[in-house]
């Protein structure tokens, strides 16, 4: 993917929702435009990873929760997101 379209905005986690759910909701959220490469949760996953030093794939798997994100990773997501990381990662969902 070509990092020179990516836009570098993450859009804040306002509605306080597990991971998961926000990344269920950015799959719904439709291209910027027609001509745009790249949909809101490709961007998402690029730039998130570009942000933690891990690969786009790792962000993927930390949403699906065949993987585990590590304190400090949770800490750096949710302050990407601006909410906690009790709201992103629930007990319930570990």
């Known amino acids: 993917m070509n990092k020179q379209n990516v836009n570098q905005k993450i859009r804040p986690n306002v509605d306080n929702l597990p991971f998961s759910e926000y990344y269920n909701a950015l799959k719904d959220e439709p291209k910027s435009s027609p001509n745009y490469p790249l949909t809101p949760l490709d961007e998402f996953l690029i730039v998130v990873g570009e942000k933690l030093g ?11 929760g065949t993987a585990k994100a590590n304190l400090l990773e949770k800490q750096a997501l949710a302050k990407l997101l601006k909410c906690d990381v009790e709201c992103l ?3 319930s969902h570990d």
């Open 54 to 64: 891990k690969h786009p794939g790792t962000i993927r798997r930390w949403a699906y």
């Open 89 to 91: 990662f629930p007990a």
